[in-house]
């Protein structure tokens, strides 16, 4: 039995939507029919969510808070002793998302087929990333799958939490430049020119500042929208140019020399190869293998080739912690507490306890960057208008000198 999204039309000709599980498309296509509508198209989950998947849509990945919420239903009812495909239907009943309820049904028909779990996930693998199919895979093989369920909902929702401290910390300042930079615009573009036209009649000299913001305002009205087609282009290329491993690989290695967004980018990607290496550490996954799917969810570049080179002298028999410090890339606390895991025998626990000390010291840094941007770029906006303001009024105040 497998799950079918449709598309029917009832008796006044209202198109209707929705999943039905069943043997075939024509079973599907039968109960419709049972039902009184007409179908339109039946199509296999798995096989539409893989269609949809190659094809471009706004729409491509179910969110990363919608993974967190289905991974902690999931692991409630399967800890309360739920048989795992009434689990899988009562969580497909619980969401509002039609696109999470028909992934959820294709999971549990590939269940009730006889596959694993992991299996299931696997059928949708740009829902479900290669560190939840392994931990998922490994807590069926050991047994506890329980236990992992409730291990990869606490990393699922950690996950969603500084994806949220990130987006928050940078939303205020992304909004307050995008004002400023629009308000400075409107002014040179719209408010200085009327004022200047009343400077032109009289042939005194102006003041610098005014001929200034004259020149400014002129050149904005004339090339402004040249400069915003050269901006666009320019990030097209950029991107583009990032597309290629080598240059991105350089653009990274630059980032992480900069004094701030290098110990951002550092810490942001230390904190996810240390949570990813617990969890799957505490799953029971190989070493070998947790270190290579950990090192896929770092994004920058070096670090990811940091923890490749390391995992291949682990393999030929080299510590873990002293393997990731060849490459100097990771703070000198994380390979600490690696290294007192590996001879403590508690290595999990270790790991845990490195990546809450970078995730609160990259929460730290954040609440410290936006605290900091806030009043410099009202500052900046500030100063900007003030001198705007300073440059129309001067040459009225000389008149009125002269005139007196």
Known sequence: MGAFEY???????????????????????????????????????????????????????????????????????????????????????QTEKPRVQSIVLGVRARVMEGHTLADGFAEFPRVFPEIYR????????????????????????????????????????????????????????????KVVAVFETSKAKLPLITRILISTSGFARSYGVYLLIAAIIAYVLFRRWQRDPTARRRFQRWQLRMPLLGKMARGFNTARFTRTFSILSASAVPVLEAMRISGEVVTNLPMRDAVTDAAARVREGAPIGRSLAVSRMFPPMTIHLISSGESSGQLESMLERAAITQEREL????????GLLGPVLIILMGAFVMGIVFAMLLPIFEMNQLIH
Do not use: W
Not at 363 to 370: F, P, Q, R, T
């Open 7 to 93: 598309t029917a039309l009832d008796t006044a000709g209202k198109e209707r939507r929705g999943i039905l599980e069943g043997d075939t498309p024509r079973h599907i296509r039968q109960l419709l029919r049972e039902q009184q509508l007409l179908p339109v198209a039946v199509a296999e989950v798995a096989q539409k969510e893989a269609k949809r998947q190659r094809s471009f849509s706004f729409m491509r990945r179910v969110s990363p808070s919608d993974l967190a919420l289905f991974t902690r239903q999931l692991a409630t009812l399967v800890r309360a002793g739920l048989p795992l495909e009434e689990s899988l239907l009562a969580v497909s009943q």
């Open 134 to 193: 392994a931990t998922v895979a490994a807590g069926e093989q050991s047994g506890h799958l329980d236990n992992v369920l409730e291990r990869l909902a606490d990393y699922t929702e950690s996950r969603e939490q500084i994806r949220q401290k990130v987006l928050g910390a940078m939303l205020y300042p992304i909004v307050l430049t995008v004002m400023c930079f629009a308000i400075v615009s409107g002014l040179l573009v719209f408010v200085v020119p």
């Open 363 to 370: 929460d730290g840094l954040l609440n410290a960057m936006v």
